[in-house]
């Protein structure tokens, strides 16, 4: 069965911490992973993608991911946090036609 | 950055009634999808619609859902008779273009099914 799992639900850090957020997937062949973004009160906004190549790749606001393929795996990491990173971020795996989300993480960094 | 637009924000119905939930991609994208997302849990994925057919849709999307390109603009959802566990927030997105499987979202419609 097709799934993503995402391990920390809820994260709180101080500023200037540093973030690693777990996701794991299971999906048959190959896929595109995705982290994504939702801040208070906005739509999802894609902070970074993996289709081939490196497996670490580098997004937005100074987030990065590594897609380790043995481990189905594809963690995001961000060496310090802001205050302004208090989101909810979302993995999603698939290919055309059909993205499966994991369940989020909701981070709340203090300042 | 072009956006997704919904219609509704929000929409209140009574168990039993026909909703439509609408949306407009981004103009030159080729695929669409709707998702929902019931308060505190996962975003989920109910169907996707490409060349003015369903590609794919979940267990979700059952008989009573349908989905429509009317015009060429809009993309909307129809929810024939809503019940009470179709309270959810909906979201449109599209993709296609130059990096097409990147999804864009709409800021969705909260369906309150009373």
Same mark, same amino acid.
Do not use: E, V, Y
């Given at each position: 069965a097709q799934s993503v799992s995402q391990h920390n639900h809820h994260v709180i850090l101080s500023e200037a911490a540093s973030l690693e957020l777990g996701c794991n997937y299971s999906y048959g062949g190959t896929v595109n992973l995705f982290w994504y973004v939702q801040y208070p009160g906005q739509h999802l906004q894609l902070l970074l993608k993996y289709?081939?190549?490196?497996p670490l790749v580098k997004g937005i606001k100074g987030f990065e991911a590594e897609f380790i393929k043995s481990k189905f795996s594809f963690n995001l990491r961000k060496p310090s946090v802001q205050w302004s990173d208090t989101a909810e971020y979302f993995c999603a795996v698939g290919r055309t036609y059909k993205y499966i989300f994991g369940t989020g993480t909701r981070l709340k960094v203090l300042a | 950055e072009p956006e997704v637009t919904q219609t509704p924000s929000h929409q209140v119905t009574q168990m039993g009634q026909e909703v439509i939930l609408r949306c407009v991609p +981004? /103009?030159?994208?080729?695929y669409f999808y709707w998702y929902r997302q019931i308060l505190g849990q996962k975003v989920e994925f109910l169907v996707s619609f490409y060349n003015n057919e369903i590609s794919e849709k979940s267990e +979700?999307?059952?008989?009573?859902f349908s989905v429509e390109?009317?015009?060429? /603009?809009n993309f909307t959802l129809k929810i024939r008779s809503t019940k009470l566990e179709d309270s959810a927030m909906y979201f449109c997105a599209s993709s296609g273009g130059q990096g097409y499987e990147k999804l864009f979202f709409g800021s969705g419609t909260q369906l309150s099914v009373l």
């Open positions: 289709f081939s190549g490196d | +981004i /103009s030159n994208h080729l +979700i999307f059952d008989d009573q390109r009317p015009d060429g /603009s």
